[in-house]
């Protein structure tokens, strides 16, 4: 298996672990949005470098380049950038759908145990 590619809003995906006093640089095209988890340590970001402890979400602005460093103990994040859809958003506890109508759908499904359904995979 390779890398997927051909996708729409050509993601990225990074994985960063940062020994002690480690940095980062990844650029972000113009037009994508990105953001950066952390999950461990304490992680400076941006020029102004703003510390981030773990866990904690960190949303950057309209493609530029992502810059990380970590604190004296290291850390690690999740990066990840895309183009946006540009569609609308429903959400209602963990589901997230293009309308309401989707989501009274999904919970209907979920009422009457249609909600997991047995579908030819390819494989």
């Known amino acids: 298996m390779g890398p997927v590619e051909g ?3 050509a993601p990225k995906f990074v994985d960063v ?3 002690p006093e480690a940095g980062f640089r990844e ?3 113009r037009g994508h949005t990105a953001f950066a988890y952390v999950d461990q340590g304490e992680i400076r970001f941006g020029p102004e470098q703003r510390r981030v402890r773990a866990p904690a979400l960190v949303v ?9 460093s970590a604190g004296a103990s290291g850390g690690r994040f999740l990066m990840a950038a895309a183009r946006p859809l ?4 429903a959400r209602y506890g963990p ?5 309401s109508a989707e989501i009274e759908e999904t919970l209907e499904d ?3 145990g249609r909600f997991i359904r047995d579908e030819p995979r390819d494989e």
């Open 60 to 68: 950057f602005g309209d493609g530029d380049l992502v810059e990380a």
């Open 95 to 99: 589901f997230v759908m293009n309308t």
């Open 86 to 89: 540009q569609e609308p958003i």
């Open 110 to 112: 979920l009422r009457m």
């Open 27 to 29: 650029p972000v095209p």
């Open 7 to 9: 996708l729409a809003v």
């Open 17 to 19: 672990r940062l020994p």
